[in-house]
């Protein structure tokens, strides 16, 4: 075997090859399991001892050396593809930047934030309940039998747990958290439960799914002059206004007793929505004295315990705070108009400091 021969020959081919492909071959050319050393070692056998020294030490001098220059040639192919690419790689600063946009807090979420604060401020703590709820928590314990006209008044949503061959509603208000906190803790009570209700209901002021925040106290005094300071409190807080004009309607809750609807004032001036003041009422919300069947139904002695709840439409209280005049834009997830009347995030409400 003529080894310079070959030693110049292969220097030349890995020098001339531009590209890791052809490297490759060139490798198994030389080196590779059928290369032509490995060939070269196998006739080592038949040679003489000197011969076979000498033989064996000049393969695996060509051996190293090959080796060598490929990896030499490699780092080359790669630095010069590398370099090709970052030449012919240009930042074109003509193109205009991505639109990067904050994500907005959705009107309900910032009024749920709102209401819970305001609430707080005032000692109440915060409930919450599952919106598939039981036809106990739903209407019986709250004192809404079955055949009773309330059931019909709120489109309810049935579902049944095959299992245990239950009826299970999806919830059609926020009112089975109270009795949920009534049979789990013992009072005084002060509680407030925002969250999704259900009705199968759906026009330009009703939505299958909407939101709801529930108030129940009991103690052993508190009377309806304790709600009425409460609520007028609230609405003056939210509503960031000084005066409040109001009035309570008797009213029927199977639940309460006495009920009452509460209407605030208003005017529009303007097309301008002014709350507070005015020749109109706005119906706002339902409350009562927890009727002492509800209490009992939860275990709680009505001869010693008394208290007062209430329940609003978030919505509602947001939409006229906020001037949203449709319902269902709020769940059109339209970016536009979150965009409108969305919330930065840490918002707010200026009046309650919070
Ligand atoms: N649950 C009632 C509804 O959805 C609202 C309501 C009225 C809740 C009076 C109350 C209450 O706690 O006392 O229409």
Known sequence: MDFSKIQKESMDKINSVDNLDQLEKLRLFYLGKKGIISQEMKTLGSLSIQERKEVGKNLNNLKELIQQEIQKQKISINSKALNKKIKEEKFDLSLPPRNFYNGKIHPISQ????????????????????????????????????????????????????????????????????????????PPLKIIVPGRTYRCDSDSTHAPMFHQVEGLLVDKNSTMANLKGCLVDFLKIFFEVDKLEYRFRPSYFPFTEPSAEMDI????????????????????????????????????????????????????????????SDLRSFFETDLRWLKHYGFDPLHSSSKTGL
């Open 265 to 324: 004032a208003y005017s529009k001036i303007d097309g301008v929505l002014k709350i507070g003041e005015g020749n109109e009422w706005l119906e706002i919300l339902g409350c009562g004295m927890v009727n002492p069947r509800v209490l009992n139904n939860c275990g709680i002695n009505s001869k010693i315990f008394q208290g007062f709840a209430f329940g609003m439409g978030i919505e509602r209280i947001s939409m006229l705070k906020y001037g949203i």
């Open 111 to 186: 009024t749920i934030e709102e209401v819970i604060n305001i609430f707080s401020s005032m000692g109440f703590a915060l409930e919450e309940g599952p919106d598939i709820e039981s036809d106990f928590h739903n209407f019986t314990a709250l004192n809404i039998p079955p055949d009773h006209p309330a059931r019909e008044m709120q489109d309810t949503f049935y579902l049944s747990d095959s299992e245990k061959n239950e009826k299970l509603v999806l919830r059609t208000h926020t009112s089975p958290v109270q009795i949920r906190t009534m049979i789990q803790q013992k």
